[in-house]
């Protein structure tokens, strides 16, 4: 009703609720996984492009939220009921950050570490800066500044000499 067309309209274009569902899903991950991809890509120090890569993600999602709060917390209603869809996007989002983190390993000659649970490690030290729910609740503490500190933390952590 907002955007001015019927029901009808829009199931011209989308032939079922869940298409429809599908596609907005796609679209709030669309633009953050190309720009991730970007970053991954790139051949640049694998601990830079960590930071690039969880920094990336606060601030695109940060920007949503600044810009429509509304609107935020409606694609976050969206996700929770529909959260099979959302997680073949998270396992886009993670397999990025466990090739990152096996770069780094090799990078330091660190080979003998278990990538998996380094890849869990940096999720879990990160999540406050990459979880659109935390960001939503906790918007005043999703600061570069500290995820800087936090990135920080992992990689010393990660390359601490065993």
């Known amino acids: 009703a907002r955007a001015g067309m019927s029901q009808s309209t829009a199931y011209r274009v989308f032939p079922s609720k869940a298409a429809l569902l599908k596609a907005l899903i796609a679209g709030w991950f669309q633009a953050i996984e190309a720009e991730l991809e970007i970053i991954s890509e790139k051949k640049e120090d694998p601990a830079d492009q960590l930071r690039q890569y969880i920094l990336c993600q606060l601030q695109r999602k940060r920007e949503r939220f600044d810009k429509n ?26 397999r990025g950050m466990a090739h990152l983190i096996e770069r780094l390993l090799i ?56």
């Open 69 to 94: 709060p509304a609107l935020f917390r409606a694609y976050l209603e969206i996700a929770a009921q529909n959260m099979g869809l959302v997680e073949q996007h998270v396992q886009v989002i993670h």
């Open 107 to 162: 990078s330091k000659n660190l080979t003998h570490l278990d990538v998996t649970k380094a890849t869990e490690l940096a999720e879990d030290i990160t999540s406050q800066f990459r979880d659109p729910r935390v960001i939503a609740v906790r918007r005043a503490d999703c600061t570069d500044e500290r995820a800087n500190a936090a990135i920080d933390f992992l990689i010393t952590g990660l390359c601490r000499p065993v």
